[in-house]
């Protein structure tokens, strides 16, 4: 599976939008970006994924570049509740196994 | 989202005893699935991956003989730490494969806080 690379850690003010990059150069033509996250203390929680057309949910948007090189989740109006560590993954969509990296650390603030 | 649950949520023990942790998918039946452990300030890391009716997957480094995994219902899995020792102590989270085909989604239990005196 493809390696993915994070920044460590971002700020978001609340009710503003919350833009995590995630870099995936080495992804391959059937390799899904997915997005979870883990609450402190908290099993992690699935976001959204999607393979090269943006994909939006109840929850945030995924947009993929057109190179699928990268890609960037989006929360259109962060709150305190989705402070939290956002993990993107790359992996083929069968059962594969998640390898979580260290992922990005997002602090909402008031 | 699918449901996942796990039992105990924390539990203590004394050291050399063993500990069961359940996994159970509440609203769906999984094929798959995994145990990992998290260590304070780190990562998950898999420790196995479980499929219903056959024998667990273990990666490298984790003892077979010292976490059993027993996956005897399509709704139900569970980890046993034989022996434990302090060094033991972590965070297990189970997940379970929800979809089937070609974009299957993990859902994660809540944890289980293993402390080991």
Known sequence: DAKTTQPTSMDCAEGRAANLPCNHSTISGNEYVYWYRQIHSQGPQYIIHGLKNNETNEMASLIITEDRKSSTLILPHATLRDTAVYYCIVLTGTASKLTFGTGTRLQVTL | ?117
Request: glycine share 8%; hydrophobic share 35%.
């Open chain 2, 1 to 117: 989202g699918a449901v996942v649950s796990q039992h105990p949520s924390r539990v203590i023990c004394k050291s050399g005893t063993s500990v069961k942790i359940e996994c159970r998918s509440l609203d769906f039946q999984a094929t798959t699935m995994f145990w990992y452990r998290q260590f304070p300030k780190q990562s998950l890391m898999l420790m196995a991956t479980s499929n219903e009716g056959s024998k667990a997957t273990y990666e490298q480094g984790v003892e077979k003989d010292k976490f059993l995994i027993n996956h005897a219902s399509l709704t139900l899995s569970t980890l046993t730490v034989t022996s434990a020792h302090p060094e033991d102590s972590s965070f297990y989270i189970c997940s379970a494969s929800f979809g089937g085909g070609v974009q299957e989604i993990q859902y994660f239990g809540p944890g289980t806080r293993l402390l080991v005196l």
